[in-house]
């Protein structure tokens, strides 16, 4: 697969609208109430610890995790709870939340000192007690991704930030250096790990010579610049641009020998350890062609997706078309408004009306740009008359399974047609038929 991926994977030239990598991150105007989902990760969700009437502050844990593979949820703002009650997620499951309505004093919990630190467990429990995950939208629980069973001897920090409009990767570095390099050296220190690759794409010229400012006298922490092309942030990409190696089919980066942190993942554990605050906001890039003050906005989480439009503001006579929650890639639309951020979310796409109507598709003229394109080295358009067959055979031979649904394919074709969203559906039938016990 690696040989196929090394001669195919060129990856989509997406738009470099990168409007807001400037714009310093500013706090948003704080909600008459937050909604607080207790399922923000992968894994189990979040057993709520509090009830209604309770008062909270900033950083008061307010659901505990669930299991192993879980992660602690706190409140972002001070005041009442107002109810716990089932939520429906937008995978359609339902899940406990807290509504919590603010006093406007954001009073910070006593509880949130900086974390005592002296080894191995003492870390890997303030990392727990955070409440980190992937913040680059993942939302594995950090603790559990520090502690692989294979033996790993680098940490990769993805830093490449390739999806379009998306800047807040961007800011941290160039606003938290130092917060990036305390997390990275703790990490090293902690788990033994020899050494540290920052990746960053060639067009964040301004955040490479910052961190290799920041690193020169550290020896085991290296920048590396990365090809600026779409897909290049994709674990098993930044693995192979960066290592050289495969990540096994079906295997985890630490089969690789490596682990893998999203930036504002890492910048969030150093500024966790040097103030003992949780993951309670996090900075939302804000923009499309219907935002009226396109920015970089740090939002506490549970705050209404329409408190951030609100905001940011429309502008004059465009209608609001559709949002996008993530990037313009990969990132979901958004179906209500009122919808809770979570921690995982790095943006919210307003489009005009014009701008989110899909063109017309047409039927497909098999030119090979959706195989050409794809940072995977799939073949789209094979996937396509295998899922139509339901070959689960063919479907394996195809390894349907790499699919991340980029939206690469899509991006490129010609005809217009809904690659991606068949790329998705040949993968999911492909999943579930091998959960069954279908043949490989």
Not at 24 to 47: E, T
Not at 305 to 325: E, F, M, R, S
């Amino acid at each position: 697969m690696l040989n196929k991926l090394k001669r195919a994977a060129l990856g989509a030239h997406t738009p470099h609208d990168k409007a807001t990598a400037a714009s310093k991150p500013v706090p948003m105007p704080l909600p008459a109430q937050v909604r607080i989902l207790m399922s923000q990760h992968i894994g189990a969700p979040a057993k709520a610890t509090v009830k209604k009437g309770d008062a909270v502050c900033v950083g008061t844990l307010i659901g505990e995790a669930g299991g192993f593979v879980s992660a602690n949820i706190h409140s972002s703002v001070s005041g009442t709870v107002k109810a716990v009650e089932p939520y429906r997620l937008s995978n359609g499951k339902l899940c406990d939340s807290v509504v919590i309505e603010t006093d406007g004093k954001q009073t910070v919990d006593p509880s949130v000192q900086p974390p005592v630190v002296t080894d191995k467990a003492s870390f890997l429990a303030a990392v727990r007690a955070s409440g980190l995950v992937g913040l680059g939208g993942a939302g594995f629980p950090t603790d559990v991704k520090l502690q692989p069973k294979s033996p790993v001897d680098t940490l990769l920090i993805n830093a490449s930030e390739c999806e379009v409009w998306l800047t807040s990767d961007t800011q941290e570095m160039l606003t938290c250096p130092d917060d990036i390099v305390r997390g990275i050296q703790a990490v090293l220190q902690y788990t033994g790990i020899p050494r540290c690759i920052i990746g960053i794409e060639k067009n964040k010229p301004e955040c490479i010579d910052l961190l290799c400012q920041k690193t020169k006298d550290i020896a085991n922490i290296d920048v590396k610049p990365l090809p600026s092309v779409y897909g290049t942030g994709a674990e098993l990409i930044l693995i192979e641009k960066c290592l050289g190696r495969e990540v096994p089919h079906g295997g985890l980066p630490a089969d690789a020998g490596a682990i893998v942190m999203n930036v504002t993942s890492v910048s969030m554990l150093g500024k966790y350890l040097a103030t003992g605050m949780p993951v309670v906001e996090r900075v939302v890039t804000v923009d499309g062609d219907a935002c009226a003050q396109p920015q970089n906005m740090i939002v506490p989480v549970g705050a209404s997706y329409q408190d951030i439009v609100n905001a940011a503001g429309l502008k004059p006579d465009v209608t609001l078309g559709k949002v996008v929650a993530g990037g313009a890639m990969m990132g979901p639309a958004v179906e209500d408004l009122s919808y809770p951020t979570t921690k995982t979310c790095s943006g919210l796409i307003l489009l005009s009306k014009a701008a989110a109507t899909p063109p017309a598709a047409e039927p497909c003229i098999r030119c090979g740009r959706c195989i050409e394109y794809c940072p995977m080295g799939l073949a789209p358009v094979e996937v396509n008359g295998a899922y139509a067959a339901r070959d689960v055979e063919e479907l394996g031979k195809l390894h349907v399974d790499y699919c991340f649904n980029c939206g690469s394919c899509t991006f490129v074709c010609p005809a217009k047609r809904p690659c991606t969203q068949m790329m998705g559906l040949a993968k999911a039938y492909y999943l579930d038929q091998i959960k069954k016990g279908g043949n490989k």
